[in-house]
């Protein structure tokens, strides 16, 4: 069946790095694009960034130049290079991959930036 598993997530301080990653089984990864989204306390699950198939990235605005998605077809392994981290990016961070006709996601990993 297909799982994603995320890691890379923890505490940063403001202005800091964090690198998350996005293993996936189960699906034939090379085919699929890959999103992230973040979830904060009381808000909506937004999108922050996707990556086609042919590695065309995409960027919510309140990212760009800040974070970067990549993606290594061989490891099955999405990424998202963070930087320049604010206390408004503090989240739990899921990674998502459509196969099949159903859009599967992680279990989430918690960022959380200290002022």
């Known amino acids: 069946q297909v799982h994603l598993m995320e890691s890379g997530g923890g505490l940063v301080q403001d202005g800091g790095s964090l690198r998350l990653s996005c293993k996936a089984t189960g699906l034939n990864f090379s085919l699929a694009p890959v999103s992230w989204y973040r979830q904060a306390p009381g808000k909506q699950r937004e999108v922050v960034a996707s990556i086609s198939k042919e590695h065309t990235a995409d960027y919510a605005d309140f990212v760009k130049g800040r974070f970067t998605i990549s993606r290594d077809n061989v490891r099955r392994t999405g990424y998202l290079q963070m930087s320049s981290l604010k206390s408004e990016d503090t989240a739990v961070y899921y990674c998502?991959?459509?196969?099949?006709?159903?859009?599967?996601w992680g279990q989430g990993t918690q960022v959380t930036v200290a002022s």
């Open positions: 998502s991959v459509p196969s099949r006709g159903r859009t599967f």
